[in-house]
């Protein structure tokens, strides 16, 4: 029974740890109040140091109980995640994912493969958020993250390269003709440039020399812009030159509304990755969106 009263122990804590408030807790797990503080209370022998500190007016959690915190949530969620996976037969494609995309290809590429998704699986609800900043999916709760290229810190996450696409660089005929056109990478300094803002530092380039390797050309941004379709709509109105992936320019380079300027420098291939929560892995509602999402990246559809 030990290691059971254990567990009654950490769940009792997290409830009241994020209620702030043992009634709270006691509600949300069935049980007394009394039941509840007793268990905090023997977790808090048991590791040998205070969690909650208790005051007439409203508990506080102590440093240790802040660092518990973190760790305790997550088992918890690991848990419950292997009992949602093993008790739905392992491929029960319902409840509700939450997804966060890139703005621009969230809405054109993404939203319709989701929306395809939802009609076949009927029990699948979705939350979708889209937007070009960079998001903690462990911080801010979200099952599964797609981004164009790769993320500098993931710990605690899954990630799987789905496709690429090479990221060309764009303006419109109308900004060609009164600006003329770059035949050197260094000649974008004499441009207008059009670069995307990330956490408040401006997005450079990324270009290839022959036989070289991935090249950062940082330039001075005539415009910084924080949406992906906002970025290709002003360079499409001939505010200057722009570098997106191939998925948000192709229609524009169709219908003669862009144009592509160094072409040989514009192939650096750009990857799109999804990132999703470790203690997700088990949702096969998670496991169903990548793999449906890895096809369509090999089929060249993202």
Not at 217 to 241: K, M, R
Not at 264 to 286: C, D, F, N, S
Request: aromatic share 4%.
């Amino acid at each position: 029974m030990g290691q059971i009263d254990h567990l009654a122990g950490v769940q009792a804590f997290v409830e009241a740890a994020e209620h702030l408030n043992f009634t709270e807790a006691a509600r949300a797990l069935g049980v007394t109040k009394s039941a509840v503080g007793k268990s905090v209370s023997r977790l808090e022998a048991r590791l040998g140091v205070e969690l909650i500190h208790r005051s007439t007016r409203r508990l506080v959690l102590t440093t240790d109980g802040e660092a518990y915190l973190a760790v305790a949530r997550r088992a918890l969620e690991e848990i419950s995640a292997a009992e949602t996976f093993l008790s739905s037969g392992n491929s029960d494609i319902a409840g509700r994912l939450r997804v966060d995309g890139p703005a621009a290809w969230g809405r054109e590429v993404l939203l319709p493969i989701l929306a395809e998704i939802a009609r076949e699986h009927p029990g699948l609800h979705l939350s979708m958020t889209f937007t070009d900043r960079i998001i903690d999916p462990l911080e801010e709760r979200v099952d599964l993250v797609l981004r164009f290229g790769e993320t500098a810190d993931t710990t605690g996450l899954i990630t799987r390269k789905l496709a690429e696409q090479r990221a060309p660089l764009v303006a419109a005929p109308s900004y060609l003709a009164r600006k003329g056109t770059p035949r050197t990478p260094e000649d974008l300094n004499r441009h207008d440039c059009i670069t995307g803002v990330r956490r408040d530092v401006p997005i450079g380039y990324r270009i290839a020399r022959e036989s070289g390797p991935m090249e950062r050309l940082h330039v001075v941004p005539t415009h910084e812009i924080g949406d992906g379709s906002a970025v290709v709509e002003a360079a499409i109105a001939g505010l200057g030159i722009a570098q997106m992936p191939w998925s948000l320019v192709v229609k524009g380079l169709a219908d003669g509304r862009l144009i592509e300027v160094l072409p040989e420098y514009g192939t650096v291939p750009v990857g799109i990755y999804a990132l999703w929560p470790k203690t997700r892995h088990l949702l096969a509602r998670v496991r169903h969106v990548v793999d449906v999402l890895s096809e369509k990246g090999q089929r060249g559809e993202l």
